[in-house]
Nanobody, 124 residues
Framework: QVQLVESGGGLVQAGGSLRLSCAAS????????MGWFRQAPGKEREFVAA????????YYQDSVKGRFTISRDNAKNTVYLQMNSLKPEDTAVYYC?????????????????WGQGTQVTVSS
């Protein structure tokens, strides 16, 4: 059974940094797309970042470009999201997701497996 487990969330002041991790188990994900989404209270889940099997194949939501970096370690079946210069509007539950295809998409319906989410709270 496929499992995705996120970690690294927490409370941070504006301008601070956090690094989220998502460890996948149950199958090998080295050729699949891995992504991060987030959902704030009262809002729909939105795309944050995604990475293809090649580390250079990355995509970001415009509001996080230059502040967030997605990366992956295929040997560990793990994807990371380094978040710098955090803002209060980044506050949300962050979800890791896997798409069992090679083409990157940014809509949540295109992802097949989801983690349970980790809370990120940025205070002003």
């Amino acid at each position: 059974q496929v499992q995705l487990v996120e970690s690294g969330g927490g409370l941070v002041q504006a301008g601070g940094s956090l690094r989220l991790s998502c460890a996948a188990s149950g199958r090998t994900f080295s050729t699949y797309v891995m992504g991060w989404f987030r959902q704030a209270p009262g809002k729909e889940r939105e795309f944050v970042a995604a990475i293809g099997w090649s580390a250079g194949n990355t995509y970001y939501q415009d509001s996080v470009k230059g502040r967030f970096t997605i990366s992956r370690d295929n040997a560990k079946n793990t994807v990371y999201l380094q978040m710098n210069s955090l803002k209060p509007e980044d506050t949300a539950v962050y979800y890791c997701a896997v798409r069992v295809r090679a083409v990157v998409v940014i809509h949540s319906a295109g992802y097949d497996y989801w983690g349970q989410g980790t809370q990120v709270t940025v205070s002003s």
